[in-house]
C-alpha cells in the first residue's frame, strides 16, 4: 500500500546578510572577551570593511550582547 508522507518543512539557508552578522558579532565578543574595545577601526582590522560596519553594526552588537549574557538561575 503507498503512503503519502508529507514534505518535511526545511529551514532556509541563512543569507549572506545573516553570515556577516553572525561573524561581526562573533568578533565583537571575541575582541570584548579579550579586553580589547571594539570599535570600527578594531573591526577593520578584522577584515570588516567602514560601510558593512555601518550598515550592520548595530545588529552585530545585539546579537553579541544576547550571546554573551549568561543565565544563571539558583537552585534552593
Known amino acids: 500500500m503507498i503512503k503519502v508522507q508529507p514534505k518535511a518543512i526545511s529551514k ?7 553570515n556577516v ?3 561581526m558579532a562573533d568578533t ?3 575582541l570584548a572577551f579579550s579586553g580589547d574595545n ?3 577601526e578594531t573591526l577593520a582590522h578584522h577584515g570588516f570593511s567602514g560601510d ?8 552585530a552588537a545585539a546579537l ?5 549574557v549568561r543565565q544563571v538561575a539558583s537552585h534552593v
Open 21 to 23: 552578522i553572525v561573524k
Open 38 to 40: 571594539v570599535s570600527p
Open 64 to 68: 553579541a550582547r544576547r550571546l554573551s
Open 52 to 59: 558593512v560596519v555601518d550598515r550592520f553594526g548595530a545588529r
Open 28 to 30: 565583537m565578543r571575541v
Open 12 to 18: 532556509p539557508a541563512p543569507t549572506c546578510r545573516d
